[in-house]
């Protein structure tokens, strides 16, 4: 079975400008998550969906959203790119979740390396 | 808020020995889960070994097993019978039993010797 998958692998972008990042989760995962790396970090969480609503929300600018489609794929937006939004992305599904909370692991996809120039 | 401390930037140790990485957290809660992801140059992040909070046995998988001291929030790794493909930044999370996102450190860069 495929893991979770992101799109793109690398992007370079400049300041001010908007970026889409998508995640397809594992077969049968409902619920995503999204990550923010920074270079020599542990990953920060931004943002968490199942079906297709907001669960959590991490200390993130607005200028940073996400949405969940039917097929449970994710996008993450960002807007007005800043120097400091250089990071790699990682995505992360888990299965179904109970009571609104999942007690199962988070999977995660290989990322998007974001490069701001 | 919760955080977690990994101590040690980097570990380093002999092929086939044994090692231990060290993680404490801070919490007010009673009831969450603590992880162990393997993240190495491929940057895909990868589950360890994971400990619900309420069990009192420490988990092990193969070679990995935890020192899961609740009082002292303290959860260590150790890896035992160390191969060079265990070569990688080791990343402690936790979460609580209320949410879904993961608190990371900032992670042990741990160093294979042949």
């Known amino acids: 079975d495929a893991g979770v998958t992101q799109s793109p692998t690398h992007l370079i972008k400049t300041r001010g400008q908007h970026v889409t990042l998508r995640c397809s989760p594992i077969?049968?995962?409902?619920?995503v998550s999204w990550y923010q790396q920074v270079l020599g970090q542990g990953p920060q969480f931004i943002f968490q969906?199942?079906?297709?609503?907001?669960?959590g929300r991490g200390n993130f600018p607005d200028r940073f959203s996400a949405r969940q489609f039917p097929n449970y794929s994710s996008e993450l937006n960002v807007n007005a790119l800043l120097l400091g939004d250089s990071a790699l992305y990682l995505c992360?599904?888990?299965?179904?979740?109970?009571?609104?909370?999942?007690?199962?692991?988070?999977?995660f996809g290989d990322g998007t390396r974001l490069s701001i120039l | 808020a919760q955080t977690v401390t990994q101590s040690q930037p980097e570990m380093s140790v002999q092929e086939a020995e044994t090692v231990t990485l060290s993680c404490t957290y801070d919490?007010?809660?009673?009831?969450?889960?603590l992880f162990w992801y393997k993240q190495p140059p491929s940057r895909q992040m990868i589950l360890v070994i994971r400990?619900?909070?309420?069990?009192?046995q420490n988990a092990t998988e193969n070679r990995f097993s935890v020192n899961f001291q609740k009082a002292a929030k303290s959860f260590s790794l150790k890896i035992s019978d160390s191969q060079l493909g265990d070569a990688a930044m080791y990343f402690c999370?936790?979460?609580?039993?209320?949410?879904?996102?993961?608190?990371f450190g900032k992670g042990t860069h741990l160093i294979i010797q042949p």
């Open positions: 999370a936790y979460r609580s039993r209320g949410a879904d996102g993961l608190t």
């Open positions: 992360a599904s888990s299965l179904a979740m109970t009571g609104g909370h999942s007690n199962q692991p988070q999977h």
């Open positions: 077969s049968g995962h409902k619920s």
């Open positions: 919490t007010s809660e009673s009831d969450y889960y």
């Open positions: 969906y199942y079906e297709k609503e907001e669960r």
């Open positions: 400990q619900e909070a309420y069990k009192q």
